[in-house]
């Protein structure tokens, strides 16, 4: 099931080339881990063709796996380092946790659905992802026992910056989120100096699912 054949291979190098460099995504460390991390197993058997597409995919219980380039995108925008701890919030499919596990020394990835937790679980572990450690809980409060984080990112659309999250981010840590209504949203990226102070940047449009939680949207 985990085969990773040559024909996914060659959709995948095709898709770091025409995809995520032509549109200036240039961090080395992103573009192998986009080269290397199998994104077909990450979808269901019958989307698998689709899977290297320039497009989001559903993977059940009404949420989706970003579009490629998004997860680039984010991925570059937090400068991650290899000695880094990233939290991520949506664990989804899984395959954002294990780009950012490709590039960082650890990943906490919290998922509030159950099914998606124990799928994307079961798969960290068959690809020897043993750098992802997984919590089934609402993610909108971050994880304070592991805080500080190096970097954060938030895989789903929040209404306002999660204050608990920012929190959490250590000096000189990083954080990307998307802020907006639930139809769309602009990419903040969100930096904390070695004096605590926050700055914001506006890395432009994106469309997300609902974060769901005491820091999100109701149900
Ligand atoms: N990073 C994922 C994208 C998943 S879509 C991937 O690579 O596939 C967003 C995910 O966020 C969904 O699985 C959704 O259930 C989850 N989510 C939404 N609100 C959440 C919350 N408060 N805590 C944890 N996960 C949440």
């Not at 290397?36 to 269901?44: D, G, I, N, Y």
């Not at 990835?109 to 609402?138: C, G, M, P, W």
Request: aromatic share 8%.
């Amino acid at each position: 099931m985990l085969a990773d054949s040559l024909k996914f291979e060659r959709q995948r190098q095709e898709m770091v080339l025409k995809q995520i460099e032509s549109r200036g995504v240039s961090d080395p460390k992103v573009l192998s881990a986009l080269r290397k991390v199998p994104r077909h197993v990450f979808v269901s058997e019958a989307l698998r063709d689709q899977a290297y597409g320039d497009f989001p995919l559903p993977i059940g219980e009404q949420q989706t796996i970003s579009q490629p380039y998004i997860v680039a995108e984010m991925t570059q925008a937090l400068e991650i380092k290899a000695e880094d701890r990233v939290l991520e919030i949506g664990t989804g499919s899984g395959y954002q946790a294990a780009i950012l596990a490709e590039i960082a020394y650890r990943v906490y990835t919290v998922e509030r659905i159950r099914t998606l937790y124990f799928k994307a679980r079961k798969l960290f572990d068959q690809l020897h992802y043993h750098n992802i450690i997984t919590k089934y809980s609402d993610g909108s409060m971050g994880w304070s026992s592991e805080s500080p984080f190096d970097a954060i990112i938030v895989t789903a659309g929040a209404p306002d910056i999660p204050d608990t999250l920012v929190q959490q981010l250590g000096l000189g840590g990083r954080m990307v989120v998307p802020v907006g209504n639930q139809y769309s949203q602009d990419l903040i990226k969100i930096f904390k100096d070695e004096s605590g102070r926050v700055r914001k940047m506006n890395l432009g449009g994106c469309r997300f699912v609902k974060l769901v939680g005491e820091q999100g949207w109701g149900e």
